[in-house]
């Protein structure tokens, strides 16, 4: 577990800005892009701090951090089809079009290729964990507004379910509900860092102050909890990282009983699986950020950046990835499972000329014969 790829050392006359190794640099154990192959499958990170969204990709004997620019990217939502991002301000949906890999690179390398498709405003609401439901309406949490929500066409958000705790919708962020988990295909978990519905109520008691909801029985599951992040329902557990405390918990939904079942040495915040092994998501935590005082502050003064990948079976930790530059924040880990090697697309001359159709249109595309010795396409999927 010490052996790290390192990024390559700036030449000496390199300018004095920093170089993409410093702001965007990583290190890993030797085998992780050998785990994402064997489990078949990639990762896609957000980073609103350094406003990044990077896909974790094994090329070779490497992970290539593939890094695309948005504004505050923050929840995600992802599959082998399609994928929704929320942002400062909107949520950018995507659709895979993989035709257009073979504009990319040639040969072709790409097995993914998520093409912007459409992008809702939503306002400032500080968009954290979203999710699909099994009919594939969106569901995000507004944390800004302490609810849980959909889309319609005219509204900036629809308010489906709030806390007991909270009285009424207003930009307050009165709780700080930030953590979704399906179940069975419908949103049923819910973390919050306060039950409280005074404005920014859940700072007063941020160390030990979380809550996890059942949004089902409309009740709370366990109180006492250390900034509650990333509820999962997998492998029949239900999952939390107890950031605060660096910690990968299980919780017991009828007893609301918690075991701690991994530690990680970072603020814990992001989750995802594939097969047997846990990708929890590790931030530093400035010194400025508001989520200090607590105690994984207290007690590890080196918090790593990053990703780390746990066995579910043991508790330890197998793999890890680290970035050592600019990116120090990480909030949503996705994984992609059956895809390897994906390109996120969101602006550029592809935009323009790669057309997705209905499949009743598509059978009907046929192009007009080229002149002799040139060829007229368009990627059209």
């Not at 990709?57 to 992802?78: C, E, K, L, Q, Y």
């Not at 302490?146 to 629809?158: E, R």
């Not at 009983?257 to 990680?264: H, I």
């Not at 508001?290 to 790593?304: G, S, V």
């Amino acid at each position: 577990m010490t052996n790290y790829e390192t990024p390559a050392a700036p030449a000496a006359d390199a300018a004095p800005e920093k170089t993409v190794a410093e702001v965007l640099g990583s290190v890993h154990t030797t085998n992780f892009p050998d785990l994402l192959r064997q489990l078949g499958g990639c990762l896609v990170v957000s980073t609103y701090q350094a406003g990044k969204l990077v896909i974790l990709r094994p090329d070779g004997a490497s992970i290539n951090t593939h890094f695309r620019n948005f504004v505050r990217p923050m929840g995600m939502a992802a599959d082998n089809q399609r994928l929704a991002l929320g942002t400062a301000l909107e949520i950018a949906e995507f659709r895979n079009m993989p035709a257009v890999a073979k504009r990319l690179q040639d040969p072709p390398r790409h097995d993914a290729v998520y093409m912007a498709r459409r992008a809702h405003i939503t306002g400032a609401i500080d968009i954290h964990e979203m999710a699909w439901d099994k009919h594939g309406d969106l569901w995000f949490v507004n944390t800004l507004f302490s609810c849980l929500c959909t889309l319609d066409m005219k509204s900036s958000f629809v308010p489906r379910w709030r806390p007991n705790c909270v009285t009424h919708y207003a930009p307050e962020d009165r709780c700080h509900l930030n953590g979704l988990a399906m179940r069975d295909g419908r949103p049923r978990y819910l973390t919050a860092l306060g039950e409280t519905n005074e404005p920014q109520g859940w700072r007063v008691n941020k160390r030990d102050g979380g809550v996890l909801f059942d949004m089902a029985s409309n009740k709370v599951v366990v109180r006492g909890l250390s900034m509650p992040h990333s509820p999962r329902w997998y492998d029949n557990r239900l999952w939390v990282l107890e950031s605060g405390r660096g910690k990968l918990v299980t919780i017991d939904p009828k007893t609301g009983e918690k075991t701690d079942f991994a530690s990680v040495p970072g603020f814990a915040r992001g989750l995802d699986f594939l097969g047997p092994i846990a990708f929890v998501g590790l931030s530093q935590l400035r010194e400025t950020n508001a989520f200090t005082d607590i105690e994984i502050t207290d007690d590890n003064k080196d918090r790593q950046s990053g990703v780390w990948a746990v066995h579910i079976g043991t508790g330890k930790t197998v793999a890890l990835l680290k970035f050592t530059g600019g990116v120090q924040e990480i909030f949503a880990v996705q994984a992609l499972s059956g895809i390897l090697f994906p390109e996120i697309i969101h602006e550029g001359d592809l935009l323009a000329s790669a057309y997705a159709l209905p499949d009743e249109a598509l059978r009907e595309v046929a192009f007009t014969a080229a002149p002799a010795g040139q060829t007229a396409s368009a990627p059209v999927d």
